[in-house]
């Protein structure tokens, strides 16, 4: 089956960057959006950045011009950059991709989170 699995989590000083990975394993025929998503403790999971198959980005507005997603084909590996980083990024971020496996469409798989956790 596929799976992701994330890394690059840890604790930052505020302005600090890090960059997390989400790498695939198993089959993936297409790819029809990535995105990497957060949740912090009693509050509801949100969509942070988005790329869709075709290389489009979006991103929630609390992040816009810090944070970066991109990926590397090759490696089937999902990247967030992030810069600038503040306390309220804090939350375990999890990265998600929606696929075809060649047989099925409308697939989805998440990654296992990774905790970001920014000190002031």
């Known amino acids: 089956q596929v799976q992701l699995a994330e890394s690059g989590g840890g604790l930052v000083q505020a302005g600090g960057s890090l960059t997390l990975s989400c790498a695939a394993s198993g089959t993936i025929s297409s790819i029809y959006a990535m995105g990497w998503y957060r949740q912090a403790p009693g509050k509801e999971r949100e969509l942070v950045a988005g790329?869709?198959?075709?290389?489009?980005?979006s991103y929630a507005d609390s992040v816009k011009g810090r944070f970066t997603i991109s990926r590397d084909s090759a490696k089937k590996t999902v990247y967030l950059q992030m810069n600038i980083l503040k306390p309220e990024d804090t939350a375990v971020y999890y990265c998600?991709?929606?696929?075809?496996?060649?047989?099925?469409?409308?697939?989805?798989?998440w990654g296992q989170g990774t905790l970001v956790t920014v000190s002031s």
């Open positions: 790329l869709t198959g075709g290389g489009s980005t």
């Open positions: 998600n991709v929606e696929y075809s496996n060649g047989y099925y469409a409308g697939l989805e798989v």
